[in-house]
């Protein structure tokens, strides 16, 4: 096909990989033919004296793009007002893998995306993470190791002192030192995944019966959960560990029939990652209410939380605990990702539809952007991906915020206080003499604090804010119940979002399969697919392989529903017009519900008809 050098990755994988991946691409091609002739051929490769931004403007406007990602990538590097760009950092506002190749053709040395990277058990994880490195290839007489450096002298002399008998020779590959963390922590995953372990279930009979904490990796991977000889604390940490590998988001700890049970959420779904002996269960709850600091009393309600260190990384970890039958507690554990959490616009998987609205109404001087979901459906990390999209020195941004998930430098945060008198209510009336711009309130949950937020976009302030409805438009009438008046939602609101989150496919086993007419004619009738539109050739289904733990998801994607409030839509909701004339309103201005929005996905290869279905209540 005639690719350019600096777009090739090289990579050594077993024959029965290869011959997977290769049944796998002869499958993607017979749904998608390659063109017979290149649209690279005869292209000139970028002038050798072109520095870093000569090299990006040749890829943007000489290179064979696909025209929506050409605009995609356009507008990116316009919204950053063009800067100079002369090191590596300075093109990290693009995908990782365009600022790689860019960074690849001005120096002419390969330089590796470890999203690729092999799993590899050679070297301890805690080590590779202190040094910023990982293993692409292992031979008996070469490491070929990523770096961000040349030279890596300080790791091969501790790996030395520790096997003085594995002398080999090191040769960096140059590589991103964000995407090797990333593959480090991809790597404890799979080992995760991988590791046989069976749990426990017993007869399944009724019985009667800022603080930081820091855990070694290395120590966990040495620690056996089933040793009868392990401390309840050697347990816990070990418990805590496999989760975060996993990329749990919650961990339950719980009675079951007579075990100590615990389940993790990943991906969504909750899944038993470990369980033992039913008398181990209060030893359990009483080291993890330690490290909070929270009483050890049994009958009541508590909140707290704790911080959590695993080698560089920090995770914030908010614990409730809830009184059950039979002096019984459950405990539930939210990891907060201090460093991984706070995203950026160009990573929620939006359209470019969608990229336009939030660029537009984060521009704005004032208004309201309601968020809307269930709990766990990401509209923190929505709201905070728009906060660290406006955020400069030259705008004030301020929040009030219940609790405090994420800190993000540049933006003043506070925590409610009812015992100093600090509500949603009562801190939003001092933000406003703190002289915002942007302000964002936890979450809109009284009318009190919904008439304050109101009133604050209506006198020059832009503000952000969640509230639990359905879908978009009923939050328009969430909001008139809270005994807030019609004329003045349609005057203060921008924007109204409604989100779910959905498992996206993993991209090492999803499997093509042909489109038929029936699917394109269902595309057809939901309104994702006109008449004039390039019909797909293939959807993809979920398989399952070592790398999603046999699920066929990776990690989730947000569905998100916008509805941007025109003048003919303000009219609407100021007389309180019906749902479905409203819907109809923003259906002629693009709108569309998150079923509509789900159906897109499918059609992109990110998710399947199964995962969206549970959103099939808002096709209209």
Request: proline content about 5%.
């Amino acid at each position: 096909m005639g690719i350019l050098r600096a777009f090739i990755s090289r990579v050594l994988i077993p024959r029965e990989q290869y011959d997977g991946v290769l049944k796998d691409l002869a499958l993607r091609i017979q749904c998608e033919p390659l063109p017979r002739v290149s649209p690279i051929a005869d292209l000139q490769p970028p002038d050798k004296e072109a520095d870093l931004g000569g090299v990006l403007t040749w890829l943007l406007t000489r290179y064979p793009l696909a025209e929506d990602e050409r605009e995609k990538l356009i507008r990116i590097y316009e919204e950053k007002g063009g800067k100079e760009i002369t090191t590596y950092d300075d093109l990290s506002f693009l995908p990782r893998d365009i600022a790689l190749a860019v960074y690849a053709l001005h120096t002419g040395r390969p330089f590796f995306n470890p999203q690729d990277a092999p799993s590899q058990t050679a070297f301890p994880d805690a080590l590779l993470e202190k040094h910023s490195v990982y293993p692409l290839f292992i031979g008996k007489k070469r490491v070929y190791l990523l770096s961000q450096r040349q030279s890596n002298y300080a790791f091969e002399d501790e790996w030395l002192s520790v096997s003085p008998e594995n002398h080999v020779e090191m040769v960096s590959v140059l590589a991103d030192r964000a995407a090797i963390q990333s593959a480090i922590e991809r790597n404890r995953g799979r080992g995760a995944n991988s590791s046989e372990r069976t749990i426990q279930t017993g007869e399944l009979l009724y019985s009667d019966a800022s603080q930081i904490v820091e855990i070694d990796p290395l120590e966990m991977s040495h620690i056996n959960p089933d040793n009868p000889n392990n401390s309840a604390e050697q347990v816990v940490q070990w418990v805590i560990h496999r989760a975060l590998t996993l990329r749990a988001s919650d961990l339950h700890v719980e009675k079951f029939y007579n075990m100590a049970r615990f389940r993790a959420r990943i991906d969504g779904q909750l899944r038993v990652i470990h369980s033992c002996s039913e008398e181990d269960l209060p030893r359990f709850i009483a080291m993890i209410k330690n490290y909070s600091g929270m009483g050890q009393q049994r009958q009541d309600t508590q909140d707290a939380r704790f911080a959590l260190a695993i080698g560089k990384r920090r995770f914030d970890v908010r614990l409730s605990a809830v009184p059950c039958r039979r002096e019984q507690q459950k405990l539930t554990m939210r990891f907060l990702d201090k460093q991984g959490g706070i995203r950026k616009l160009t990573e929620l998987h939006l359209s470019q539809n969608q990229i336009d609205i939030f660029n537009s109404i984060m521009s704005r001087d004032q208004g309201m952007v309601l968020v809307t979901g269930p709990t766990g459906s990401g509209k923190t990390t929505t709201l905070y991906a728009l906060l660290n999209h406006v955020n400069d020195e030259k705008v004030n941004i301020h929040t009030i915020e219940d609790p405090i998930e994420y800190e993000l430098e540049g933006i003043n945060q506070t925590q409610t206080d009812p015992f100093h008198g600090i509500t949603f209510a009562t801190g939003l009336r001092a933000l406003l003499r703190a002289d915002p711009d942007v302000m964002l309130i936890g979450e809109s949950r009284d009318s009190e604090t919904a008439m304050a937020a109101v009133t604050s976009a209506l006198t020059g302030h832009l503000v952000l804010t969640t509230l639990h409805a359905n879908d978009s438009l009923r939050a328009v009438s969430r909001l008139i119940s809270m005994n807030v008046p019609p004329y003045l939602v349609a005057d203060a609101l921008a924007l109204t979002q409604a989100q779910r989150l959905v498992r996206k496919l993993c991209n090492y086993c999803k499997r093509p399969h042909p489109v038929t007419s029936e699917v394109i004619d269902y595309f057809r009738s939901h309104g994702v697919l006109g008449d004039e539109d390039e019909i797909p050739k293939a959807i993809y289904e979920a398989v399952g392989c070592d790398e999603c733990a046999a699920t066929g998801y990776f990690g989730r994607l947000a569905l998100m529903e916008l509805c941007l409030v025109t003048p003919e839509l303000a009219d609407m909701i100021s007389r309180e017009a019906p749902q479905n004339e409203m819907r109809r309103v923003a259906r002629r201005h693009g709108f569309k519900s998150l079923y509509q929005e789900g159906l897109v996905q499918v059609l992109t290869g990110n998710t399947t008809f199964e995962e969206i279905r549970k959103v099939a209540y808002t096709a209209a």
